[in-house]
């Protein structure tokens, strides 16, 4: 029995890859870095920004990761004014078929939670998410278990109950150390095949098609 979801947010509930790219972009060329690609860039959504920056900046010291972080943030929030990024199609009527079988439903992210929880409310998510848990208050940021152990105990929901919805190898390899059921979703940042590998127990291609795993 599904009694509690843990979605991931970027990628997986909010299409923000534009707005991530070129921010990151963007932050890269005021810091004198060479610019990376998108294909770069996707693969370190999901991670805490100052881990994408030392996959970016191999050699970058931990002061100046600091700083680009800083910036990276400053740069969002101009980008955000321009680039108003919405909730992935079919998102608002699944949360609302999932609220309506009585299932609570959190999220987990590496995002600050000043950010992901504005995003929530901004895209009308704020209805169907009862928890919303940033990365500054997880005890220890994705791929370790800790943001769906936090959801878990919040909740009081036991790990065979609760199902993790993510778009990344790191979504599915938290889920997992947690002992819950995962499912990949392929409209996001990763891939099939990165998913796959990581071990997800479901992937799918639409996000209706979650209402069947419940």
């Given at each position: 029995?599904?009694?509690?979801?843990v979605f991931?947010?970027?990628?997986?509930?909010?299409?923000?890859?534009?707005?991530?790219?070129?921010?990151?972009?963007?932050?890269?060329?005021?810091?004198?870095?060479?610019?990376?690609?998108?294909?770069?860039?996707?693969?370190?959504?999901?991670?805490?920004?100052?881990?994408?920056?030392?996959?970016?900046?191999?050699?970058?010291?931990?002061e100046k990761?600091?700083?680009?972080?800083?910036?990276?943030?400053?740069?969002?929030?101009?980008?955000?004014?321009?680039?108003?990024?919405?909730?992935?199609?079919?998102?608002?009527?699944?949360?609302?078929?999932?609220?309506?079988?009585?299932?609570?439903?959190?999220?987990?992210?590496?995002?600050?939670?000043?950010?992901?929880?504005?995003?929530?409310?901004d895209m009308?998510?704020?209805?169907?998410?009862?928890?919303?848990?940033?990365?500054?208050?997880?005890?220890?940021?994705?791929?370790?278990?800790?943001?769906?152990?936090?959801?878990?105990?919040?909740?009081?929901?036991?790990?065979?109950?609760?199902?993790?919805?993510?778009?990344?190898?790191?979504?599915?390899?938290?889920?997992?150390?947690?002992?819950?059921?995962?499912?990949?979703?392929?409209?996001?940042?990763?891939?099939?095949?990165?998913?796959?590998?990581?071990?997800?127990?479901?992937?799918?291609?639409?996000?209706?098609?979650?209402?069947?795993?419940?």
């Open positions: 029995m599904t009694r509690l979801i991931d947010f970027d990628g997986t509930l909010g299409d923000t890859k534009e707005n991530i790219v070129k921010t990151m972009q963007e932050t890269m060329r005021r810091m004198g870095f060479p610019i990376p690609d998108e294909a770069t860039i996707a693969s370190t959504i999901g991670l805490p920004l100052e881990d994408g920056f030392v996959i970016m900046a191999p050699g970058i010291t931990r990761c600091l700083e680009c972080a800083a910036l990276y943030r400053i740069v969002f929030d101009e980008y955000k004014a321009q680039l108003q990024p919405k909730a992935f199609p079919g998102v608002i009527d699944t949360l609302a078929a999932i609220k309506a079988k009585g299932i609570q439903m959190a999220v987990a992210s590496s995002r600050l939670s000043v950010s992901l929880e504005a995003f929530v409310k009308g998510l704020g209805d169907f998410i009862e928890y919303v848990l940033g990365v500054d208050f997880q005890r220890k940021p994705k791929p370790n278990p800790d943001p769906v152990l936090q959801c878990l105990e919040h909740f009081g929901v036991n790990a065979d109950d609760a199902l993790v919805v993510g778009d990344m190898a790191v979504d599915i390899k938290m889920g997992a150390a947690a002992k819950c059921r995962t499912c990949g979703v392929t409209w996001g940042n990763g891939t099939r095949e990165q998913l796959s590998a990581a071990g997800a127990n479901s992937i799918i291609d639409s996000m209706q098609e979650l209402l069947a795993l419940l």
